[in-house]
């Protein structure tokens, strides 16, 4: 089924004779772990991770306030263990660093790091891979100079690498402009530093994990919702609060389970639990997206501190086309390349709009998502801010001619974005009579190195 050649994978269909019946786990939430170690590095005092996060991303944070001054080791020395301690120095422990901080291919670690830096008395540089280099930061660099930082970067400010002369900073009211949890969640931790109390408006809520971890913490965080909609959060800033330790288990990444939903209701007479996921209501818009479009989907709660934790079984499901709500677009945001293989073989057509915040991701998603499934053969029409895709159930069977010079052999291109990557694995093991080469797949490891360990477990 898949082959592994220097940085590039073949995949083929799965044999007609496999029906998964597995339950698995997958690693802890990437962006939770982020926050545990930023968070745990500013709390006064020895902090407990469990099944943190081993992506790309998250040892760069974890790099990253090493760098910082911070002590962070594992609970033993086993080279595959997930659980950590963080000794935090409180919020005015931070030292200067001595170098640059690289922040690898991680939008939220140079988006909330940044944040952090602001309100620090000493100078910093931030810089990661040509992908995040390329990624906008003008939106996090507005509201901080509003707050009095100093900030510079390519191109006035809008591109990595940054330079962050941090000090004093001034509370302010904000309104988010684009619903983006990274911004919201910049601003809060800045806020940690400044003069008075910081106030953000959301029209539309974002996950809100920053705020859960941070009321564990038991720092002054006040979440009220407006008459209008949306909400305000009010953060208490310098001198009005400490950060306390915390022990914590991650729950397993939501949008890592999506890869093996997406094959458990795809692959026919299938049945995938992915056991111990995040269930945060602002995290699982696929799983309402799936509902509306007939899926046989199961959600079992087993925990709710601090953060909504439970079982998702899937089943194998026909599936029809939707046009997906507006309001669910934010929730499922990272979810969109899965998704778009869902709705490939789903019958009639699906619709995305209201989603351009996928053109500045670690690639823009809607033209790297186009790219690929025209390759395959799927009807899908790009839009400004989304996509239409002309589904096809029976798009699976098709047998491309054999006159092709290249045998059926179709070649994926994930341009360095690894759920891209991922997404058009799973579409190359539900395609029956199709052979896909997938390139420079090292990008998978920015979230899931385990990602084909997992895959062989219940695909045997």
Excluded: W
């Excluded at 990624?135 to 330079?163: C, F, H, Q, T, V």
């Excluded at 720092?219 to 009220?224: A, E, H, K, S």
């Excluded at 639990?273 to 899926?295: F, H, Q, S, Y």
């Excluded at 390349?337 to 053109?359: D, H, M, Q």
């Amino acid at each position: 089924m898949i082959e592994f050649k220097t940085d590039k994978v073949l995949v083929r269909g799965l044999s007609k004779d496999i029906k998964i019946k597995a339950k698995l786990e997958v690693p802890g939430d990437k962006s939770i772990s982020h926050r545990a170690i930023m968070l745990g590095s500013l709390a006064g005092g020895k902090s407990t991770v469990s099944n943190l996060s081993l992506s790309r991303d998250n040892l760069a944070t974890i790099a990253a306030f090493r760098k910082l001054g911070i002590n962070i080791k594992k609970q033993n020395s086993s080279g595959s263990n997930k659980d950590f301690i963080i000794n935090g120095t409180g919020l005015y422990g931070l030292k200067e660093p001595e170098s640059v901080i690289n922040t690898a291919n991680s939008g939220t670690l140079t988006r909330l790091l940044a944040g952090i830096l602001a309100g620090n008395d000493f100078f910093s540089v931030m810089s990661g891979d040509r992908y995040l280099n390329s990624r906008p930061m003008k939106r996090i660099i507005e509201p901080l100079s509003l707050m009095g930082a100093k900030i510079n970067g390519r191109k006035d400010g809008s591109y990595p690498p940054l330079a962050v002369s941090g000090g004093r900073l001034k509370s302010i009211f904000y309104e988010v402009p684009v619903p983006s949890a990274q911004v919201k969640s910049c601003i809060m931790l800045a806020a940690l530093f400044a003069e008075g109390d910081t106030v953000i408006y959301e029209k539309k809520g974002t996950r809100d994990h920053t705020e859960n971890l941070l009321k564990l913490q038991g720092y002054p965080v006040n979440v009220d919702a407006p008459v209008n909609g949306g909400s305000l959060i009010t953060v208490k800033g310098r001198g009005r609060g400490e950060l306390k330790p915390f022990n914590i288990s991650i729950p397993g990444d939501f949008s890592s389970a999506a890869f093996f939903i997406a094959l458990g209701i795809l692959n026919e007479d299938s049945e995938i639990t992915a056991c111990n996921v995040l269930l945060n209501d602002k995290r699982i818009g696929l799983i309402k997206a799936l509902e509306m479009m007939g899926a046989n989907v199961d959600l079992t709660l087993t925990g709710e501190v601090p953060e909504r934790t439970g079982d998702i079984k899937v089943k194998y499901s026909a599936l029809r086309g939707i046009t997906v709500p507006l309001e669910l677009v934010p929730d499922m945001i990272d979810e969109f390349p899965i998704f778009s293989v869902i709705a490939s073989f789903a019958e009639g057509k699906t619709t995305v709009t209201g989603a351009k915040e996928l053109r500045v991701k670690e690639s823009d998603r809607i033209k790297t998502i186009i790219f690929n499934l025209k390759r395959i053969g799927v009807g899908i029409k790009e839009l400004e801010d989304g996509f239409e895709i002309n589904g096809n159930p029976s798009l699976k069977n098709f047998k491309p001619s054999m006159k092709s010079k290249m045998d059926g052999l179709t070649v994926l291109n994930p341009f360095g974005d690894h759920r891209i990557a991922m997404s058009m694995i799973i579409m190359g093991l539900i395609l029956k009579n199709r052979k896909i080469e997938l390139r420079n797949i090292r990008c998978i490891n920015t979230s899931f190195p385990e990602f084909f360990d997992v895959l062989a477990e219940i695909t045997v």
